[in-house]
């Protein structure tokens, strides 16, 4: 299986950015999907996760209410929006796919928040 992030950049404060993982070589709709971030120095942490049915939905307190996760089992994709960005979300952004023992996770994309 492969997950390939895409949409990071570099974005103002208070802008918004939206990021897409796109699955393939696994049935995409059976895993439960997470988005991670790694900012320099820092440990990589929990950002959201979404479930294969796409009805159970959580959020890392420090975006709730800012991002939003979600998914398209027909596309195989899940997607970050990312909303009054702060300098703070600036990082690594990455996707996992997760199902029993099975664990994918992407490269990665770079969001950089700077005025």
């Known amino acids: 299986g492969q997950l390939v992030e895409s949409g990071g950049g570099l974005v103002q404060p208070g802008g918004s950015l939206r990021l897409s993982c796109a699955a393939s070589g696994f049935t995409f709709s059976s895993y439960t999907m997470r988005w991670y971030r790694q900012a320099p120095g820092k440990e990589r942490e929990l950002v959201a996760g979404?479930?294969?049915?796409?009805?159970?939905?959580k959020y890392a307190g420090s975006v709730k209410g800012r991002f939003a996760i979600s998914r398209d089992n027909a596309k195989s994709s899940v997607y970050l929006q990312m909303n009054s960005l702060k300098l703070e979300d600036t990082a690594v952004y990455y996707c996992?796919?997760?199902?029993?023992?099975?664990?994918?996770w992407g490269k990665g994309t770079l969001v950089t928040v700077s005025s």
């Open positions: 979404i479930s294969s049915s796409g009805l159970n939905i």
């Open positions: 996992r796919a997760q199902l029993f023992r099975m664990d994918y």
